[in-house]
């Protein structure tokens, strides 16, 4: 069983940045692909950003890429999500997900196996 903590939500002015961490519980983190996902009110939960279980490969919505960066810290026990270049439409509750050990990262939320509360970012205009 894995156990998500998101957290470093927040309101941000557009342009700005903000990091968003979740630490997991669990042994097997280390081997352990992680997304985040973000969910806008009224719109379904949409795949933002992936890395598998040492972080040499990672994929990236389009509409973040090259402003989002995920990155994992397995001595941490953590992921991170540098977002840079804020938009008022990154305004969400963003998730972190994990997939069961030994399984990959999906893009759809309903393949991914364990889930945060999440955390709310706000960027006002």
């Known amino acids: 069983q894995v156990q998500l903590v998101e957290s470093g939500g927040g309101l941000v002015q557009a342009g700005g940045s903000l990091r968003l961490s979740c630490a997991a519980s669990?042994?097997?983190?280390?081997?352990?692909?992680m997304a985040w996902f973000r969910q806008a009110p009224g719109k379904d939960r949409e795949f933002v950003a992936a890395?598998?279980?040492?972080?040499?490969?990672?994929a990236y919505a389009d509409s973040v890429k090259g402003r989002f960066t995920i990155s994992k810290d397995n001595a941490k026990n953590t992921v991170y999500l540098q977002m840079n270049s804020l938009k008022p439409e990154d305004t969400a509750v963003y998730y972190c997900?994990?997939?069961?050990?030994?399984?990959?990262?999906?893009?759809?939320?309903?393949?991914?196996?364990?889930w945060g509360k999440g955390t709310l970012v706000t960027v006002s205009s």
């Open positions: 997900a994990a997939a069961r050990y030994g399984r990959s990262w999906s893009r759809i939320a309903d393949d991914m196996d364990y």
């Open positions: 669990g042994r097997t983190f280390s081997g352990t692909a």
């Open positions: 890395s598998n279980w040492n972080g040499g490969r990672t």
